[in-house]
């Protein structure tokens, strides 16, 4: 039977903006495209805290996850690499950015320009889930994560 890897995706909020990446030419997989902070989760490791270390590691920046927003499955390269994926609405809460090896760049950008921005093409539906899900949730809301 084939391992399966469960990865993660943070779309990060700060005033108003969001955080978008360049991968790096060294990166195994497409390098020097745009993308979101994505990473895997390690064994034992509940998804929610998964992805604020994978926000630090990458980024340097302390976040905080406010709600999944979209889950799916692809194949990262080859039919030899099957992943689930969770993605996360995250607010930024401290901290400057100081990018791991993995990135060469990074911006701010606006909803409606990362849900435009062909770069993204594997990201637009999470944004686009993100506007929905805006419109239905208060501000000030917060998902009450299980810890089974």
Known sequence: MKQVYVGMAALIEKDGKYLILKRSAE????????????????ADEAPNVGIVREVKEETSLDVEVIMPIDTGFFYRGSKEFPMVFISYFCRFTKGEIKLDWEHTEYKWITLDEAIENKD??????????????????????KYQFSNV
Not at 27 to 42: A, C, K, M
Not at 120 to 139: S, V, Y
């Open 120 to 141: 993204l093409k594997h990201f637009t539906n999470m944004f686009a889930n993100l506007r929905e899900l805006k419109k239905f949730t208060p501000d000030d809301f």
């Open 27 to 42: 990166r195994d997989f497409e390098p020097n495209s745009w993308e979101i902070v994505t990473g895997r989760l390690e």
